[in-house]
């Protein structure tokens, strides 16, 4: 089976623009989850989506949105971008019926330069 | 206020060695605990997990133990390889909450000599 793969791999953007990244999850994998990683905050969760629904949400302001697709793709966006959104995302997928956690598989990240 | 603490950021082993990761959470709901790997400019990769009905999980030269009471896990490498060398990160996540959000420590980084 194809692993999770993630559009683009590199991205330089400057401040104020807004971005769109891309995560097609694991063939069967209805689930996908996106994180943040920085140096400094680690891995932190961003939103969930299930059936192209938004299913749980992360502690992020209003700029970080997302949308899953009928195929269970998934893209995220973050409007007016900051500094500080100079990160690694990452998307992950999983088979996740209702109410229990199942393992979570990533993609390789897109990392994001806001200059 | 960190769920999901490791404490460690750096661990040094020699090769052949056992190398013990710690982690500690502090939310009483997490039922469910993942360990990951994670290589430079890669994303994480799953190793093992371990439901809260469970004490330990076994997989190859991987066991992960858990101690619901002191709330706290970790993941034992024997023997230790070279290519075990990376960031390794213990994450967690609660049954009864909507979605599989899962909340990560910040990492060890493990270095395994020759």
């Keep these: 089976k194809a692993g999770v793969t993630q559009t ?4 330089i953007k400057t401040r104020g623009q807004q971005v769109t990244l891309s995560c097609s999850p694991i063939s069967g994998h209805r689930s996908v989850s996106w ?3 920085t140096p400094g905050q680690g891995l932190q969760f961003l939103f969930e989506y299930f ?9 992020f302001p209003g700029r970080f949105s997302g949308r899953q697709f009928s195929n269970s793709r998934s893209e995220m966006n973050v409007s007016t971008l900051e500094l500080g ?31 | 206020d960190q769920q999901v603490k490791q404490n460690s950021p750096s661990l040094s082993v020699q090769e052949g060695r ?29 190793l093992i997990s371990i439901s809260s009905i469970k004490d330990k999980n076994e997989d ?7 101690n619901k009471s002191a709330k706290h896990l970790s993941l034992h490498i024997v023997p230790s390889q070279p290519g075990d060398s990376a960031v390794y990160f213990c994450a967690a996540s609660a049954r009864s909450q909507a979605g599989t959000a899962l ?10 000599s020759s």
């Design chain 2, 18 to 46: 056992i190398s013990i990761l710690n982690c500690d959470y502090t939310n009483s709901m997490f039922d469910y605990f993942l360990w990951y790997k994670k290589y430079p400019a890669e994303g994480p990769t799953f």
């Design chain 1, 35 to 37: 994180y943040q990683q």
């Design chain 1, 51 to 59: 059936s192209e629904t938004q299913r749980n949400k992360g502690n």
């Design chain 2, 103 to 112: 909340i990560f420590g910040k990492g060890t980084t493990l270095s395994v």
């Design chain 1, 85 to 115: 959104d100079s990160a690694l995302y990452l998307c992950a997928s999983s088979q996740s019926g209702q109410g229990f956690p199942y393992e979570q598989y990533f993609g390789p990240g897109t990392r994001l330069t806001v200059t």
């Design chain 2, 60 to 66: 190859g030269r991987f066991t992960v133990f858990l």
């Design chain 1, 8 to 11: 683009p791999r590199y991205l």
